[in-house]
């Protein structure tokens, strides 16, 4: 069974521009949990997608923005970039919502903002 | 609010030492508990889970037991490899519809083993 994927995996872009990133959940899962990784505010929480619906989101400013398709494949996308948004950007799907299901993370988008 | 706290790194050991890595959560009631390692330019991984107290998490020599009296849920092994070199992460299930998510992360522990 494939794992979870995602698209690109590394991406610069400057300051002021947007940017979008893809995540293709393990088959069968129906929930996509997007995560920001920074080495100094950890891992955080961005928002979970289940069935399409956004479920819960994380204290991010409204440039930080999602959907999730029919097939479970979800985006997400930020605006107007600033310096702070450099991060690896990680999706985990799961089978359900919620936190007892377990969690399954794709590599990773490498986000360089200039 | 919720919080997971694990020891500070980096932790460097020699192959073959025994691994503690320390871990404590806050929460009003019984989360699952959950060890993620992150090998360099990757993603992460689950590394083992325990659904309720008392239960012992295990896979590939690692081991964590949930221990609701002390709200801790320790990692352990007996004898690390180069290969275990790593950020290991400790987490809690998170509160429904809460804006930690599903999943609330310690702040990680960098693991070097030499060899």
Known sequence: KAGVTQTPRYLIKTRGQQVTLSCSPISGHRSVSWYQQTPGQGLQFLFEYFSETQRNKGNFPGRFSGRQFSNSRSEMNVSTLELGDSALYLCASSRGPGGTDTQYFGPGTRLTVL | ?115
């Open chain 2, 1 to 115: 609010g919720d919080s997971v706290t694990q020891m500070e790194g980096p932790v460097t050991l020699s192959e073959e030492a025994f691994l503690t890595i320390n871990c404590t959560y806050t929460a009003t009631g019984y989360p699952s508990l959950f060890w993620y390692v992150q090998y360099p330019g990757e993603g992460l991984q689950l590394l083992l889970k325990a659904t309720k107290a008392d239960d012992k998490g295990s896979n590939k020599g690692f081991e964590a037991t949930y221990r609701k009296e002390t709200t801790s849920f320790h990692l352990e092994k007996g004898s690390v490899q180069v290969s275990d070199s790593a950020v290991y992460f400790c987490a809690r299930e998170g509160n429904y519809g809460g804006s930690q998510g599903n999943l609330i992360f310690g702040k990680g522990t960098k693991l070097s083993v030499k060899p």
